[in-house]
């Protein structure tokens, strides 16, 4: 098996929230959203995120509106919904449970 290749998984299973918890307080558009996320150590591609945007916003958890830029074409900003906000609250209960469960089982396999 290799690591690599479990890592990956890892950080696809969090990638959504991640995604929603940028946009938590501002709207941002797709190279600022992923600059955020790769100065955390998130490896993100163009490719990856253009269609989980999509399935975000089809699943109305996200909104989008086009805005001018001064250095190129126009920019589509990506903002949560009114249902994308109570959706990443929901995450965020269900990851610090997800959270203090791991740490118990890895704290206690780690002391054995």
């Known amino acids: 098996m290799k690591i690599e290749n479990t890592k990956a998984q890892m950080r696809k299973g969090v990638l959504e929230y991640c995604i929603l918890s940028v946009l938590k307080d501002d709207d941002a558009y797709v190279a600022e959203i992923l600059d955020t996320l790769k100065d955390a150590k998130l490896l993100v591609v163009e490719g990856t995120i253009y269609p989980l945007l999509t399935r975000l916003k089809n699943a109305g958890l996200l909104n989008y509106r ?8 126009p920019r589509k900003y990506y903002g949560l919904t009114e ?3 109570l959706f990443l609250n929901e995450l965020n209960t269900t990851w610090s449970e997800l959270q203090n469960a791991v740490n118990l089982v890895t704290r206690q396999k780690n002391k054995k």
């Open 66 to 73: 086009w805005e001018e830029s001064t250095s190129g074409p």
């Open 83 to 85: 249902t994308g906000k």
